[in-house]
T-cell receptor, first 116, second 113 residues
Framework: DTEVTQTPKHLVMGMTNKKSLKCEQH?????MYWYKQKAKKPPELMFV???????INESVPSRFSPECPNSSLLNLHLHALQPEDSALYLC???????????????FGPGTRLTVT | DQQVKQNSPSLSVQEGRISILNCDYT??????FLWYKKYPAEGPTFLIS?????DKNEDGRFTVFLNKSAKHLSLHIVPSQPGDSAVYFC????????????FGQGTTLQVKP
């Protein structure tokens, strides 16, 4: 099973709402990632969890709050977002080897978020 | 500062011919490079990778070439098929073990039947 699943596929939320994006993988990977992708742009890294610990936060605003409840799950909690936060949010996972957290990352299909 | 660059936004190739996608990088600390393919409304799919200790890696129709002195890599697809039509991203990372992939801007490949 080389699948990373993400829910929901689409999400429309107002600027005062609180919502969460969910990501799950059952490949035994111990590194998980959140990316943001705008149209016609490459994915931009937001957060990296390695062995369930936050190892990278790319100076993401606090209205985005990641959570890694266990080695298979990754959440992204959203609160008080702005319209410019509308984007495709991608989750990825990889198996760290020799201390490297990167190697080949497997991506989920993404959640298309629209903030109104 | 764009550390990974794909200077061709798009490429059109006839079915059966070779597709060559190019990628340049500026950071000499990068030591691992990956290519991803992305269809609309899907997440990127890992295609092939290459370590800086190699200059070529082949997997079926896909071959990646690395020229470290020129800080350049390329992805060759032979023969190209209409199903290869997608956006291709080049990505790079360094040995800092931080787990950070730096992506290029992507090249949209269209393979015409």
């Amino acid at each position: 099973d080389t699948e990373v699943t993400q829910t929901p596929k689409h999400l429309v939320m107002g600027m005062t709402n609180k919502k969460s994006l969910k990501c799950e993988q059952h490949m035994g990977h111990r590194a998980m990632y959140w990316y943001k992708q705008k149209a016609k742009k490459p994915p931009e890294l937001m957060f990296v969890y390695s062995y369930e610990k936050l190892s990278i936060n790319e100076s993401v605003p606090s209205r985005f709050s990641p959570e890694c409840p266990n080695s298979s799950l990754l959440n992204l909690h959203l609160h008080a977002l702005q319209p410019e936060d509308s984007a495709l949010y991608l989750c990825a996972s990889s198996q760290p080897s020799s201390g490297r957290a990167v190697d080949e990352q497997y991506f989920g299909p993404g959640t298309r978020l629209t903030v109104t | 500062d764009q550390q990974v660059k794909q200077n061709s936004p798009s490429l059109s190739v006839q079915e059966g011919r070779i597709s060559i996608l190019n990628c340049d990088y500026t950071n000499s600390m990068f030591d691992y490079f990956l290519w991803y393919k992305k269809y609309p409304a899907e997440g990127p799919t890992f295609l092939i990778s290459i370590s800086s200790i190699k200059d070529k890696n082949e997997d079926g129709r896909f071959t990646v070439f690395l020229n470290k002195s020129a800080k350049h890599l390329s992805l060759h697809i032979v023969p190209s098929q209409p199903g290869d039509s997608a956006v291709y991203f080049c990505a790079a990372t360094g040995s800092s073990n931080t787990g950070k992939l730096i992506f290029g801007q992507g090249t949209t490949l269209q393979v015409k039947p």
